[in-house]
Nanobody
Framework: QGPLVQSGGGLVQPGGSLRLSCAAS????????LGWHRQAPGKVRELVAY???????TYADSVKGRFTISRDNAKNTVYLQMDNLEPEDTARYYC????????WGQGTQVTVSS
């Protein structure tokens, strides 16, 4: 396993919810921001949510109001709660640290389909 290990994801119906986790192997991870990115087939990878070390957050317009990024420093983990999922959210999701912790997670598939 790498420095960032993802869990969560899977198949969900439109309107459903999923939670992704990105766990780090070192506590220094908490000193850096982290972004959740996604890549759909035939499309470029895009940043959907970002959380800084001070817990400030930003979201892509396409997910604003539906996705929530948060972090639990005691667990060295960042979460992406995804609610009211749409078929357009179908993609492989990756977490990526920043600065000296600029690693990618291994990716996890999210499929939204009825």
């Amino acid at each position: 396993q790498g420095p960032l290990v993802q869990s969560g994801g899977g198949l969900v119906q439109p309107g459903g919810s999923l939670r992704l986790s990105c766990a780090a192997s070192e506590s220094r991870f908490n000193n850096y921001g982290l972004g959740w990115h996604r890549q759909a087939p035939g499309k470029v990878r895009e940043l959907v949510a970002y959380i800084d070390s001070d817990n400030s957050t930003t979201y892509a317009d396409s997910v604003k109001g539906r996705f929530t990024i948060s972090r639990d420093n005691a667990k060295n983990t960042v979460y992406l709660q995804m609610d009211n999922l749409e078929p357009e959210d179908t993609a492989r999701y990756y977490c990526k640290g920043r600065g000296d912790f600029g690693y990618w997670g291994q990716g996890t598939q999210v499929t939204v389909s009825s």
